[in-house]
Nanobody
Framework: QVRLVESGGGLVQAGGSLRLSCAAS????????LGWFRQAPGKAREFVAR????????YYADSVKGRFTISRDNAKNTVYLQMSTLKPEDTAVYYC?????????????????WGQGTQVTVSS
């Protein structure tokens, strides 16, 4: 059974930093691309970042480029999202997702497995 478990969310002031982690089990981790998405209340789930299976190819949403960094540790079956210079508009539930597909990296339907999410709240 595939499991993705996010952690590291919380309440932070604007301008602060958080690091999210997502631990995976039940899948050949190094063979999957990993993504982070987020969903704010009343809004659709949106793409944040993606990292390829080897960690050498990354993509970011324009809204987080230069502030967020995605990385992975295949030895630990874990993907990370380092978030800096956080803004109130970054407030959302953050989800990690895994895919073996090479389809559009920003499309939620391209991902096979999802975690339960972790709440990030940025106060102004």
């Amino acid at each position: 059974q595939v499991r993705l478990v996010e952690s590291g969310g919380g309440l932070v002031q604007a301008g602060g930093s958080l690091r999210l982690s997502c631990a995976a089990s039940g899948l050949p981790f190094s063979g999957y691309a990993l993504g982070w998405f987020r969903q704010a209340p009343g809004k659709a789930r949106e793409f944040v970042a993606r990292i390829g299976w080897s960690g050498g190819l990354t993509y970011y949403a324009d809204s987080v480029k230069g502030r967020f960094t995605i990385s992975r540790d295949n030895a630990k079956n874990t993907v990370y999202l380092q978030m800096s210079t956080l803004k109130p508009e970054d407030t959302a539930v953050y989800y990690c997702a895994a895919t073996a597909s090479s389809g559009p990296y920003y499309n939620t339907r391209n991902y096979d497995h999802w975690g339960q999410g972790t709440q990030v709240t940025v106060s102004s």
